[in-house]
């Protein structure tokens, strides 16, 4: 069972307008999420995340969205650039029972083209 | 502050042996996750390490196997390869935080 699922495999927009990448979830007990950008041949590298008990956060051109009654988290990049083509993932993490530890769950990941 | 690595960075195996992969985690991280990517599963979580102690474990058969060391360098194996095998295998370090840093992975093919 798929807990965490990027619908979209792939997405396409043109440089200066908004980049709009979906996540939908199905666990309510994850506590935290976040996105992470692949370039090919290099591991993902951490975007941005937001906790569960928060609705927006921001940082630069990057803004994270999460509706909780809706499981839903969207990723917004204005304004897209060229440079911001690469996979990106979304990842859920949930506390153990020990409350020591976090484990990511992954979405399958969409690719964002951006066109000059 | 280096990242993390991860040795080798291309692998070519046969059906049927072993495989050892390395990874050095950033330096004063604990906690070391290995996750497995292929085109049609996305990243899969293998395993997590936090002081030599496995914590977490993902749904992989036996045959996926780790450890960690007192440095937190961490080695994952895999024994009997299956050509299902063939896929990226990244390595995570974290602080004991949701954040975690990649490494750029090491591309297994099984033949």
């Known amino acids: 069972d798929q807990q965490v699922k990027q619908n979209s495999p792939s997405l396409s927009v043109q440089e200066g307008r908004i980049s709009i990448l979906n996540c939908d979830y199905t666990?309510?007990?994850?506590?935290?999420f976040l996105w992470y950008k692949k370039y090919p041949a290099e591991g993902p590298t951490f975007l941005i995340s937001?906790?569960?008990?928060?609705d927006k956060n921001e940082d630069g051109r990057f803004t994270v969205f999460l509706n909780k009654s809706a499981k839903h988290l969207s990723l917004h990049i204005v304004p897209s650039q060229p440079g911001d083509s690469a996979v990106y993932f979304c990842a859920a993490s949930l506390l153990n029972s020990g409350g020591s530890n976090y484990k990511l769950t992954f979405g399958k990941g969409t690719l964002l083209t951006v066109n000059p | 502050k280096a990242g993390v690595t991860q040795t080798p960075r291309y692998l070519i195996k046969t059906r049927g042996q072993q495989v050892t992969l390395s990874c050095s985690p950033i330096?004063?991280?604990?906690?070391v996750s290995w996750y497995q990517q292929t085109p049609g599963q996305g990243l899969q979580f293998l395993f997590e390490?936090?002081?030599?102690?496995?914590?977490n474990k993902g749904n992989f058969p036996g045959r996926f196997s780790g450890r960690q060391f007192s440095n937190s360098r961490s080695e994952m194996n895999v024994s009997t390869l299956e050509l299902g095998d063939s896929a990226l295998y990244l390595c995570a370090s974290s602080l004991q935080g949701h954040e975690q840093f990649f490494g750029p992975g090491t591309r297994l093919t099984v033949l």
């Open positions: 937001i906790s569960s008990i928060k």
């Open positions: 390490y936090f002081s030599e102690t496995q914590r």
């Open positions: 330096s004063g991280h604990r906690s």
């Open positions: 666990n309510s007990m994850f506590d935290y």
